[in-house]
């Protein structure tokens, strides 16, 4: 079994920074591929950014690429979500997931685990 824990959000102004940061525990986390997505009141969850196990592949939604920078830290079993620039439609709860089959993957249902998120709202 694999738990997977967000911390890190909160309320920002538009134009400011958070880093998110999901810490893995319970399996050999350089197994895993890791994902984060979002979801927005009354929208779907939607893709945001992947890491390989090596951290070697990254893929960005559009939406976030160019101010969003996923990482990982092996050593500390931890994923990072670097997000600068952030505007009001970057509000929404934000979700780490993760999986050992995947390499990275925008698709929720590749993943098999996932943290309880948490909120970041942006405010004007």
């Known amino acids: 079994q694999v738990q997977l824990v967000e911390s890190g959000g909160g309320l920002v102004q538009i134009g400011g920074s958070l880093r998110l940061s999901c810490a893995v525990s319970?399996?050999?986390?350089?197994?895993?591929?890791v994902g984060w997505f979002r979801q927005a009141p009354g929208k779907e969850r939607e893709f945001v950014a992947a890491i390989s196990r090596s951290g070697v592949n990254r893929d960005y939604a559009e939406s976030v690429k160019g101010r969003f920078t996923i990482s990982r830290d092996n050593a500390k079993t931890t994923i990072y979500l670097q997000m600068n620039s952030l505007k009001p439609e970057d509000t929404a709860v934000y979700y780490c997931?993760?999986?050992?089959?995947?390499?990275?993957?925008?698709?929720?249902?590749?993943?098999?685990?996932w943290g309880q998120g948490t909120q970041v709202s942006v405010s004007s």
């Open positions: 319970g399996r050999t986390f350089s197994y895993y591929g």
């Open positions: 997931a993760a999986d050992n089959t995947v390499l990275t993957s925008r698709i929720a249902d590749d993943y098999d685990y």
